[in-house]
């Protein structure tokens, strides 16, 4: 069926970009009539593949189909990018406005600084609650915990669903706490780790958790461990690459994926060096999530994942999915052992946080150490250079590690690698046994000195103590290269 009536208030985009123009052409109807024919028009690849008969279709007014046709200036708006090379470019980040929009959800999630009195005993009395249940009951602190590391090793880090998977994770962990009588309201509060860690998560019951039954690989009675909240702060404070990745992270314009850039990237990157500078428990992914603290600090996570989702309009499936550049079948992939997929995630609005963060930055970027040879690209006077350690082969090394970076001897970066103690014991991990770890340097701490690397295993102890020989981790290579700006 034609389309009808056309707008004529449509503005001509000399230079238009996939992300600050193309994908806001096709509406929930165009992707949901194109999609049984093979054509996914909410992603990057989906329109590019089929520009050419798009601009033809849409130009001629035989698409949208049924809908409204294109005014003249957006069918040459979309011909001006296809000539242009197809640029995924940057979009401005989404104005205060929606941030606030976020905080609309039935279940508001605040600072657990900023709990009333009434809320903090009505989580204190949830958390005791799922802590007195019976090991076997669904609902026990235990069942839960246990999911993410030791015995199930149901947790997904460094693959695309990790922040999906983590979202369900709370979720459930929320509704756990709203099992117990009189706690049907509770919502789960998180940790800002760019303050210190309240009193109250050194009190009980949130200052430690003894395991009731016996645990695979750490026997009877495991206590977790951490360190003490001044020694947490300024460990994160000493460590810039947290801070310095979770700005990046929301800066960017690109959903990515750990090893290949993006907001997956940065903010994975974040989090494994935030557990690891938290203490023994959070150090480990085996047993991470035993420690109380866990819930609220992942939290925190999922609170810079959905101001993420909000500045870069990515709040709905599509809108996700257009800032993917490549593979979206994951999206559909059950995540185990939920029936929910990763899709199902992306719009999840009855969950709401009181406040959602911004970058330094209100315009989002694409930085990569390579992009397609269509597109064009900048070499800003200040890029820093892209270190990437690749091809370490994890399953050798004995739990969480560190690599870190020399330059005449002295560390000028350093990156935790977030992982079991046994990762060949991990399925997750033995789908990605070889993998990256990047660093983004100022050229004048690296230019004229002689650069090396190490790698620490936490297991093994610290310093020259807990070095890992190079040639027992897969014989990694060195890549080196300035950082490209996608325009």
């Not at 999906?164 to 706690?183: N, P, T, V």
């Not at 810079?304 to 870069?312: C, G, I, R």
Request: glycine share 8%.
């Amino acid at each position: 069926m034609p389309c009808t009536n056309p707008p004529d208030n449509d503005p001509l985009v000399a230079n238009p970009t996939y992300l600050g123009n193309i994908r806001y052409f096709f509406n929930a109807q165009d992707i949901g009539c194109m999609g049984p024919r093979g054509i996914d028009l909410s992603t990057y690849a989906g329109v590019k593949s089929h520009a050419s008969n798009i601009y033809l279709q849409t130009q001629s007014g035989n698409m949208p189909d049924g809908g409204q046709c294109w005014s003249s200036n957006r069918v040459q708006t979309f011909l001006n990018w296809i000539t242009t090379g197809y640029p995924m470019g940057t979009a401005p980040a989404q104005p205060a406005a929606r941030l606030a929009e976020a905080g609309a959800g039935a279940r508001l999630r605040k600072n657990i600084v900023d709990l009333s009195g009434s809320e903090l005993n009505a989580l204190v009395a949830a958390f005791h609650g799922i802590l007195a249940l019976d090991p076997s009951d669904p609902n026990s602190y235990y069942n839960v915990a246990s999911m993410h590391g030791v015995p199930h090793l149901y947790c997904m880090h460094h693959v695309p669903p990790f922040t999906a998977w983590h979202r369900l994770y709370m979720k459930q962990f929320e509704d756990a706490l709203r099992s117990i009588a009189g706690c049907a309201d509770v919502t789960l509060p998180y940790w800002d780790f760019t303050t210190q860690a309240p009193d109250l998560l050194y009190q009980a019951p949130f200052g430690a958790y003894t395991v009731p039954v016996e645990l695979p690989g750490y026997g009877s009675n495991y206590t977790t461990q951490r360190f003490d909240a001044a020694t947490i702060y300024s460990n994160y404070q000493q460590a810039p690459s947290i801070a310095s990745s979770v700005d990046e992270a929301l800066s960017q314009a690109q959903f990515g994926g750990y090893q290949a850039g993006g907001f997956d990237q940065y903010l994975i990157e974040g989090h494994d060096n935030a557990h690891n500078e938290a203490g023994p428990t959070l150090q480990n992914s085996d047993v991470a999530s035993y420690d109380p603290i866990f819930w609220f600090f992942h939290c925190n996570w999922d609170r810079l994942w959905l101001s993420w989702q909000v500045l870069a309009d990515a709040t709905t499936l599509a809108g996700f999915k257009s800032t993917l550049a490549g593979n979206t079948g994951w999206l559909g992939l059950p995540l185990q052992p939920y029936t929910a997929t990763s899709a199902d995630t992306i719009s999840m609005p009855e969950i709401a946080y009181d406040k959602l963060e911004t970058p330094t930055t209100a315009m989002l970027t694409n930085k990569a150490g390579h992009i397609d040879a269509s597109r064009s690209f900048t070499i800003a006077k200040s890029a820093r250079v892209s270190v990437r350690v690749k091809d370490i082969n994890r399953l050798n090394i004995p739990g969480t590690f560190v690599v870190r970076l020399f330059a005449d001897g002295e560390q000028v970066a350093r990156q935790a690698f977030f992982q079991p103690r046994e990762p060949r014991e991990c399925p997750t991990c033995q789908k990605q046994a070889l993998v990256s770890v990047d660093f983004r340097v100022e050229q004048e701490k690296l230019q004229g000195k002689k650069l090396s690397i190490a790698i620490e295993a936490n297991a093994l102890g610290v310093g020259e103590e807990g070095r890992f020989p190079l040639s027992q981790a897969g014989n990694p290579t060195i890549n080196a290269r300035l950082l490209l700006e996608d325009n």
